[in-house]
């Protein structure tokens, strides 16, 4: 990894039912943000928010939404191509994807490289209770783990309600990740928002980019934003508020790790990959892919 800007980047969707015109709308938008974020910040890699072409919740069938996506790379994100092209940057993003039949659809995210060609798509792996098909939501959750090599370094690449889930963070440490990227439209609380970043960054010494959705999707949810920028020690470097923007942070490797915490004299030296006990990882290898449920009552 080499030092860079990077950029969280939050705005609201389109207001009003899931169309055409509304996801011509979120794209025109989407590029004109992401110019001006750009302009403001020089930031070389750009993390827009979960599901950004619509909206989180689209408010429609699986099958209108098929209809409204498309396959990746495709039309649904042209636009974002030609302007990461155009300015010469990366450029994460969500957006829903047409599955191979009307039935199908995935929550995913696309990486594209500065050229305007797409370095990655990763399908949500861990679709929140109410999106799931399985709970009578639209999205069919993926099945791979997603690192790609850039010039920047290595970006692992995760969407919201999946870094609750730190096999999956860790996963993406293991192969090399330096930074993840987490676009997202979370529902719950900013502390549990600012938790769960912190953690799968302190966790596997990764920087994380949280991009998180504000105002409201096509269903009238309400999103919050504070989307932020967290090191590998932890640390949230930038936050933002609920407003329409971003924030950015230079990220650079020889700081990553300088100090046992934020501008302390004593060295950092642990390693939480280096340092895991893998004969105990292995010898409960069953438990952990076993089946689990809390003992406490759900809702």
Same mark, same amino acid.
Request: hydrophobic share 40%; proline share 8%; charged share 20%.
């Given at each position: /990894?080499?030092? *860079?800007?990077a ?15 509304s996801?011509?709308?979120n ?7 992401t ?9 070389e ?9 619509t ?9 209108? @939404?098929w209809?409204l /996506?498309?396959?990746?790379p495709g ?18 993003a ?23 060609e ?5 399908r ?12 009578? $939501? ?14 920047? =370094?290595?970006? $692992?690449?995760?969407?919201?309600f ?6 999956? !963070?860790?996963?993406q440490?293991?192969?090399g ?5 987490r676009?997202s439209?979370?529902?719950? !609380? ?5 938790l769960?970043?912190?953690?799968r960054?302190y ?16 269903? =009238?949810?309400?999103? *919050? =934003? ?23 942070a ?9 100090? @046992? ?8 030296? *642990? ?5 895991r ?18 003992? *406490?009552?759900?809702?």
């Open positions: /990894m080499r030092a *860079f800007t950029a969280a980047v939050q705005l609201a969707p389109a207001p009003g039912p899931l169309t055409p015109e996801v011509a709308a794209l025109e938008r989407l590029v004109d943000i110019r001006r974020c750009h302009a403001a910040t020089g930031a890699l750009i993390v827009l928010p979960e599901s950004a072409t909206g989180f919740t689209p408010g429609c069938s699986i099958g209108q @939404l209809e /996506m498309s396959d990746l039309p649904v994100i042209d636009p974002l191509r030609a302007v990461a092209a155009e300015l010469g940057v990366h450029l994460v969500g957006t829903y994807e047409r599955g191979p039949t009307p039935e199908i659809v995935y929550n995913s995210s696309v990486l594209v490289d500065p050229a305007g797409l370095l990655g798509v990763y949500k792996t861990h679709p929140f209770c109410s999106e799931a098909v399985s709970g009578g $939501g639209w999205v069919t959750p993926g099945d791979t783990v997603t690192v790609c090599d850039t010039d920047l =370094g290595r970006i $692992g690449m995760i969407i919201c999946d870094g609750d889930y730190p096999e999956l !963070s860790r996963i440490a293991v192969k990740a330096e930074v993840i990227a676009p439209a979370l529902l719950r !609380s900013a502390d549990i928002w600012e769960t970043s912190r953690a960054a966790d596997n010494h990764v920087y994380v980019i949280g991009a998180n959705a504000i105002g409201a999707d096509p269903a =009238g949810v309400l999103y *919050f =934003g504070n989307s932020h920028i967290v090191t590998p020690v932890g640390h949230i470097v930038a936050k933002a508020a609920t407003h329409e923007g971003w924030v950015s230079r990220l650079d490797p020889a700081d990553a790790l300088a100090s @046992l915490t934020p501008g302390s004299n004593i060295g950092q030296g *642990f390693d939480h990959l280096r340092d006990n893998l004969d105990l990882i292995r010898r409960h290898r069953a438990e952990l892919e076993g089946p689990a449920e809390t003992s *406490f009552p759900h809702a």
